[in-house]
T-cell receptor, first 111, second 112 residues
């Protein structure tokens, strides 16, 4: 059972570089989310998407862009990475059935 | 979505029950109460959720206060594998996305 799949799992970037975190779910969920989790901290919502083609800002959207091109995929882009964006990123999805499914996380280090 | 408050950490001995509290005093009438847990180096996983009545599943029980302003996650017999961060959150079940936010959670330590 694939569930929510994130790539890459680990990435090291130099300050100013750009990259895209990919997320895909195979559960036909309408809603998808991107969170970041800093060491010893809780989850903070970056962006979410209610359905294909729609996105909304969460708690900490600055420095990120997202794209929901189809129902399965929701990508997170860092246009110009900064050390403050060093974090673990989690993608999640859910339907009206309440349970949220999370990916395994993407560990990003910006040097 | 309502803000939740949880203790930063709790400790338990193995095989003993654990009661993890959560305050959500601004919860709306239609919001569900959700609990997730996060094991080290993993993504959060679903534990349990409820609306008004107490709920039981194979992982835990959820006791919801009559005024719904607080709830308690009950692990009946803690094991070392239950050591994790437990997150309480509240949101509606409208079928559309909402800002699913989580607090800082409670770090549960389980000792022999």
């Amino acid at each position: 059972n694939a569930g929510v799949t994130q790539t890459p799992k680990f990435q090291v970037l130099k300050t100013g570089q750009s990259m895209t975190l990919q997320c895909a779910q195979d559960m036909n969920h309408n809603s998808m989310y991107w969170y970041r989790q800093d060491p010893g901290m809780g989850l903070r919502l970056i962006y979410y998407s209610a359905s294909e083609g729609t996105t909304d800002k969460g708690e900490v959207p600055n420095g990120y862009n997202v794209s929901r091109l189809n129902k399965r995929e929701f990508s997170l882009r860092l246009e110009s990475a900064a050390p403050s964006q060093t974090s673990v990123y989690f993608c999640a999805s859910h339907s009206s059935g309440n349970t949220i499914y999370f990916g395994e996380g993407s560990w990003l280090t910006v040097v | 979505d309502a803000k939740t408050t949880q203790p930063n950490s709790m400790e338990s001995n193995e095989e003993e029950p654990v009661h993890l509290p959560c305050n959500h005093s601004t919860i709306s009438g239609t919001d569900y109460i959700h609990w997730y847990r996060q094991l080290p180096s993993q993504g959060p996983e679903y534990v349990i959720h409820g609306l008004t009545s107490n709920v039981n599943n194979r992982m835990a029980s959820l006791a919801i206060a009559e005024d719904r302003k607080s709830s308690t996650l009950i692990l009946h017999r803690a094991t070392l594998r239950d050591a994790a961060v437990y997150y309480c959150s509240t949101w509606g079940n409208t079928g559309t996305a909402s800002k699913l936010t989580f607090g800082t959670g409670t770090r549960l330590q389980v000792t022999l």
